[in-house]
């Protein structure tokens, strides 16, 4: 099994930033994408950004573009997202996820494994 765990999310003003992390351990894999997903109360879960093995290519949600940026360093095997420019509507919970293989997944079922969420609250 692998175990995720989500840090770095809390209160923010808006305008402002956070970086999460989260960290992988456990059962390892020679090649896995990592995604970042975050859920609002009353929403479904959706992506944020995801990053294949490489860490060549990256996808993001459309309204976390530019201002979001995933990164990830294999050796720690942890995954970041550095979010700035924070707004109100980017209140939610935050789940990093793991998927077996090198290649990019863009939806919920494609991940293996996922953490516990961490909370960020935006104010207005």
């Known amino acids: 099994q692998v175990q995720l765990v989500e840090s770095g999310g809390g209160l923010v003003q808006a305008g402002g930033s956070l970086r999460l992390s989260c960290a992988a351990s456990g059962r390892t894999f020679s090649s896995y994408a990592m995604g970042w997903f975050r859920q609002a109360p009353g929403k479904e879960r959706e992506l944020v950004a995801a990053m294949d093995w490489s860490g060549g290519n990256t996808v993001y949600a459309s309204s976390v573009k530019g201002r979001f940026t995933i990164s990830r360093d294999n050796a720690k095997i942890t995954v970041y997202l550095q979010m700035n420019s924070l707004k109100p509507e980017d209140t939610a919970v935050y789940y990093c996820?793991?998927?077996?293989?090198?290649?990019?997944?863009?939806?919920?079922?494609?991940?293996?494994?996922w953490g516990q969420g961490t909370q960020v609250t935006v104010s207005s």
């Open positions: 996820a793991l998927r077996r293989g090198g290649a990019i997944g863009t939806m919920l079922n494609e991940y293996n494994f």
